[in-house]
């Protein structure tokens, strides 16, 4: 890249190719390895001529004199100059060796233009690296330091050919090279212009000249699958561009190693859409691709079971009230589908139950070096993008993750101390896990397991939708994010050895129509996913797993109630929870068509049955869902001590504004109320500020129209339960 004087200059390199080496050598100071820093001779001859001609023509100097010049930014050339060059050079040639000398001379000298050292010439005349150069390339080279100013490739094409050719001339005459390379040599074409240097990873090179400044670095980066990760995500900026998305970044984690095998820090768009922004680091608001350290740590807790019914209906917090994206309800959900379909109000309501701080801590675990401010601060909107990170750190927990399945199996089932680390870009180094320890870093090896088994369901994106049906396809665990406003699209997924990141979106924060995670995101997810080597799905961790008995409706271990029960694997620690709440044993006449109990019915007559119930408000909509879902029989009329009945509302949410559109006419629509009741065939009466409105039975919705203000709303069923809404009606 660009030094910060202008130049374009690599690093110090002590290695010089034996090519370059010889030609520099046979054309600057053919006794180098003779003398001890100066020449006489040649000092002698250059003296003789300059006085001939009376100009300075010659000069005689060694390239240790020249190695000195440089680090002297090219003082005049006077003869006291040159008088302090060869006191200099003599004390260079003590302290360093020949090669070192070299390698001092080869990494600084100027080749033309802004061209400084051997590397950067290499790679702007011939683009390839210094080692691959011919020997009339390499000539080419050791000839331009000589008047880089007047002579370089593209400028005094035949003065730069002669003096090349001259040199190869020498190089057949000392038998260095023979007859047959000589006549190739000089049959090549010297280069034109000079080339762009390779920018198959500019922002991991600006990561790099930020932090190693001044360093030789080999990195960590796969040049083919980084070459085709661009040529990828070129691919999808030029359609994604005819909506105005102009940002994508792309990054890849290899997860043994932690090392980086792909960078692409942004799209190939233009400087107006901020095409020079690293975005792997900057901070972007979450969406949803937090949903899966939640469902990891509830499990990991013993909070819930993979596939525990947790409530989808209509929920407000305070004044949050969040949302499905497609602003439907299931009633209830298992757990793991709610995951894998990325459902908001489900997550909430996890997030509520396994409490806030709690889930906090565990992303602070994680090292989510965005995640700055306390657990109050973000609220129940954390788990729905309330919180910001970066695709750097969210590749990186990922990776912890699958590093820490992938030891618990291959160390007969123990963990390493230090699983959440920095990744590197740099090929040299290697991460450390810390020792062995019986005690998990962060999740346990089952927890983590059932969440990929979770994630590995996400639905594809269009066209990949049966993907499960090819014996060749990645198995892969994976999960997309949104964030409020269409902002931001991710996609992050995992196998067992890889781990790929993707972030779409607009640098400045514009939000976008479409901009949506498994539609921008995920296509190139998977198009990188195909670049990799096919990877063996997670193994089982068997020694953090035991089989328990479940029930198949509800997903809780099973009661004695429970009528369809498998066998399942759960995580340890899910063996501390609760037995299926839904299930309960009911008592029917001989027809089962009523309930009934000792007081309307012989014991002997009654049916006993297992009954799988939810509340009435998660059945309202898990029965819309769910055709086989059979509700509870009511009770016979002749029967006495009914079951405790329960009343809620399914519209409005308490404390809900709400804006009355008008018809046609100007009048305002009625607002359609609704409840959910144990037992829906009661007289229910509805109120409004203490005034009765009417009664409902069998479908208990109401219309009414209210003034503007602040209401209470109050249902009384015939048996005197009861419940109550706020609402406020805005103009």
């Not at 600006?206 to 030789?216: C, F, I, P, S, Y």
């Not at 509805?686 to 009414?704: N, Q, R, V």
């Amino acid at each position: 890249m660009i030094a910060s004087d202008g130049q374009w200059r690599f690093p110090h390199n002590d290695s010089i190719p034996e090519k370059f080496k010889t030609c520099i050598i046979q054309f600057e100071d053919e006794y180098f390895y003779k003398h001890p820093g100066f020449n006489p001779v040649s000092i002698f001859k250059a003296i003789q001529e300059n006085i001939k001609s009376n100009d300075v023509k010659r000069g005689g100097s060694t390239l240790t004199q020249q190695v000195i010049r440089l680090s002297r930014k090219n003082k005049s050339r006077t003869y006291f100059e040159k008088i302090k060059e060869i006191i200099l050079a003599t004390r260079l040639e003590f302290r360093a060796s020949k090669e070192k000398i070299l390698s001092y001379y080869s990494s600084n000298a100027p080749f033309g233009g802004n061209v400084v050292g051997l590397d950067a010439a290499s790679w702007r005349y011939f683009n390839r690296d210094a080692n691959d150069l011919s020997w009339a390339e390499s000539a080419t080279l050791a000839v331009l330091p000589n008047a880089p100013s007047l002579i370089y490739p593209g400028k005094n094409q035949e003065t730069l050919l002669n003096k090349r050719n001259r040199l190869l001339q020498k190089l057949l005459q000392n038998n260095i090279i023979d007859s047959l390379t000589y006549d190739l040599s000089i049959a090549e074409e010297l280069p034109q212009k000079p080339y762009a240097l390779p920018q198959i990873a500019p922002h991991l090179l600006q990561k790099v000249a930020l932090n190693n400044t001044g360093e030789h670095i080999k990195t960590s980066l796969k040049k083919s699958l980084q070459e085709q990760t661009n040529r990828i995500v070129s691919n999808h900026y030029n359609h994604l561009k005819q909506n105005e998305i102009h940002n994508i970044a792309v990054l890849v984690l290899d997860v043994n190693t932690r090392k980086v095998l792909a960078y692409v820090g942004n799209s190939p768009t233009d400087s107006e859409h901020q095409k020079d922004v690293d975005v792997i680091d900057k901070p972007r608001s979450t969406g949803s691709i937090l949903k899966p350290f939640l469902y990891a740590a509830m499990l990991d807790t013993g909070d819930i079971l993979p596939n525990t019914l947790v409530a989808d209906v209509p929920t407000q917090f305070g004044s949050y009230n969040p949302e499905n994206y497609d602003q439907g309800y299931d009633g209830a959900v298992p757990a793991s589908r709610a995951l894998s379909r990325s459902l908001n109000v489900p997550a909430v309501r996890m997030l509520q139950e396994f409490g806030l701080d709690r889930f906090h801590h565990y992303l602070e675990a994680l090292k989510l070096k965005d995640l700055k401010y306390n657990a109050n601060h973000y609220g129940l909107s954390l788990i729905l993008g309330g919180a910001e990170s970066n695709l750097w750190d969210l590749c990186k927990s990922y990776a912890a993750l699958s590093s820490t399945l992938n030891h618990f199996n291959e160390s007969s089932s123990e963990y390493f101390e230090n699983e959440i680390i920095e990744p590197t870009y740099l090929a040299d180094a290697s991460v450390g896990f810390g020792r062995k320890s019986s005690e998990k870093s962060l999740f346990d090896a089952g927890s983590i397991y059932l969440t990929y088994e979770s994630l590995k369901d996400v639905n594809r994106p269009e066209g990949d939708d049966n993907w499960e049906f090819y014996d060749s396809s990645k198995q892969i665990a994976w999960k997309t994010g949104t964030s409020f406003g269409f902002r931001d699209a991710w996609a992050i997924g995992t196998t067992k050895d890889y781990v790929v990141g993707v972030w779409v979106g607009n640098a400045d924060g514009e939000g976008r129509p479409g901009l949506v995670g498994v539609q921008t995101a995920a296509p190139i997810l998977f198009d990188v996913f195909d670049l990799l080597p096919n990877s063996d799905w997670f193994a089982k961790p068997f020694d953090e797993m035991q089989e328990v008995a479940i029930c198949k409706k509800s997903g809780y271990r099973a009661s004695p109630t429970c009528d369809d029960i498998e066998q399942k694997y759960i995580q340890v620690s899910g063996l501390k929870t609760a037995p299926c709440p839904f299930h309960k044993l009911v008592h029917l006449d001989k027809n089962e068509q009523f309930q009934v109990n000792s007081s309307c019915e012989d014991i002997n007559t009654m049916v006993h049955k297992s009954w799988f119930v939810l509340p009435p408000l998660m059945e309202y909509y898990y029965k819309a869902k769910n055709p086989f879902y059979k509700s509870l029989p009511r009770f016979r009329e002749d029967c006495l001590g009914e079951n405790a009945i329960t009343i809620q509302f399914i519209y409005p949410n308490d404390n809900n504004i709400i804006f009355l559109p008008k018809d046609f006419n100007g009048k305002p629509n009625d607002l359609i109320l609704k409840i959910a009741h144990s037992k829906p065939e009661s007289l229910v009466y509805w109120y409004l500020d203490s005034t009765f409105l009417g009664t409902t039975k069998d479908i208990h919705e109401f219309a009414m129209q209210p003034s503007h203000g602040k209401h209470l709303l109050t249902v009384v069923d015939e048996f005197g339960n009861e419940a109550k809404r706020w609402i406020e009606i805005s103009q």
